[in-house]
């Protein structure tokens, strides 16, 4: 029953930055379809899975403890990024101008998801979700490793996460109206980060 809670906090914490680019482009009006949505979920899916059939690999090399050393290791990192990256956000100031730049490259999309919209078209098309996809599936390496060599469903890893992502895109206006509305983008980030470090730091006793 605890590796199915794993799994999905996991995913959670996998899929945070998926709820803040929806609410970005809520506000901006960049629309998601439902089928570039699912395109973005395949990808998350591939990502998520092959990280985590990396991380039972690398567990199959390992003794126990170290396995476990290493899990803990990565998700307390992960965690403790989440947590500063939280405080980041709430000093960064947006930028005016941020939505009338030039054309974004590749580079810069995976740097930023939210500069995915490249054409400025308000419509996230097939070329610009496969960037969009990928640069949201980043995050999910570490988390997909460490589940992976903790022991957790590879499958099952892959595919809550890729739920979890095509329900954040798909929930658009609703979560953005609901996180704004109660101030609960860095307070969901904060949390998530302090699931993973608990998580990890479980790993070793």
Not at 9 to 16: D, Q, R, V
Not at 34 to 42: F, T, Y
Not at 86 to 111: C, F, N, T, W
Request: charge should be neutral.
């Amino acid at each position: 029953m605890h590796h199915f809670l794993y799994i999905l906090l996991i995913s959670l914490a996998n899929n945070l930055d998926n709820v803040g680019v929806r609410i970005a482009y809520s506000i901006r009006g960049i629309k998601i379809t439902n089928p570039i949505n699912l395109w973005i979920s395949v990808i998350t899916f591939a990502i998520t899975f092959i990280a985590a059939f990396s991380g039972t690999r690398i567990a199959g090399y390992l003794n126990k403890e170290v396995s476990a050393m290493i899990a803990m290791v990565i998700l307390v990192a992960i965690g403790s990024w989440m947590i500063v990256q939280s405080y980041i956000a709430r000093k960064a100031e947006p930028s005016a101008d941020s939505a009338e730049e030039g054309q974004a490259g590749g580079l810069a999309v995976l740097l930023d998801p939210e500069k995915a919209d490249r054409d400025h078209s308000k419509n996230i098309e097939f070329r610009e979700a496969t960037l969009l996809g990928i640069a949201l599936s980043l995050n999910n390496v570490g988390g997909g490793v460490s589940a992976g060599i903790i022991g957790l469903n590879t499958f099952w890893v892959g595919f809550f996460s890729a739920g979890l992502s095509f329900l954040a895109l798909w929930g658009g206006n609703y979560i953005a109206d609901f996180c704004i509305k109660w101030n609960l983008s860095n307070k969901a980030t904060i949390v998530a980060g302090v699931a993973l470090i608990l998580i990890g730091i479980e790993q070793i006793f």
